[in-house]
């Protein structure tokens, strides 16, 4: 959320930066016109142009893509991510656990990655709670966490995209 904010401020900063700028360089244009000096009036409009494609590379590009990437829902990261995922195979196994790629990619936690490991050996909510000495509904918190982190419906879902089926 901080990071939300952040980089929405910046982006009013810029724009009205953009705007401060811009007008005093149409008022310097509309002045130059007026007065009817050509060579200030090329001087200008080339400053101008320099200056906007500087500010739309420089200045807005990188914060419209930070931005953008921010908002991209969990989903679509696994929708993005997912061929990338699929190069680092296993994801899973039953002697090794989830694979760091795994764990590093959906930016699980140590808690959740034992929860993970426990439900691929098909335990069920309460078997974890006892396994991990926690109570069922903290279980559920961390498995639902989980869904949102990789984008999976279910346990279901989740398991198929551990072992990297469809």
């Known amino acids: 959320m901080f990071k939300s904010k952040l980089v929405k401020a910046i982006i009013f900063i810029q724009i009205g930066l953009t705007v401060l700028v811009a007008s005093t360089i ?5 002045y130059a ?3 009817g000096s050509e060579a200030i009036w090329q001087t200008l409009k080339g400053l101008f142009a320099v200056w906007f ?8 590009l990188p914060l419209l893509i ?8 969990t989903k679509e990261k696994v929708l993005i991510f997912s061929g990338e995922l699929a190069q680092t195979l296993p ?7 989830l694979s760091d790629a795994f764990i590093e990619k959906y930016e699980i936690t140590p808690r959740e990655k034992e929860v993970i490991e426990i439900m691929m050996h098909g335990k069920t909510d309460k078997e974890i709670s006892i396994k991990l ?9 961390h498995l639902k966490r989980i869904y949102r ?3 999976a419906a279910g346990r279901f879902a989740l398991s198929s995209l551990i072992r990297g089926e469809k």
Do not use: D, P
């Open 26 to 30: 149409v008022v310097s244009l509309l």
């Open 33 to 35: 016109k007026e007065m």
């Open 53 to 60: 494609m500087c500010l739309v590379i420089f200045g807005f």
């Open 66 to 73: 930070c931005y953008i990437r921010y908002k991209l829902s």
């Open 91 to 97: 994801v899973w196994t039953m002697e090794q656990g």
């Open 133 to 141: 000495n926690l109570a069922v509904n903290t279980v559920q918190v």
């Open 149 to 151: 982190k990789t984008g």
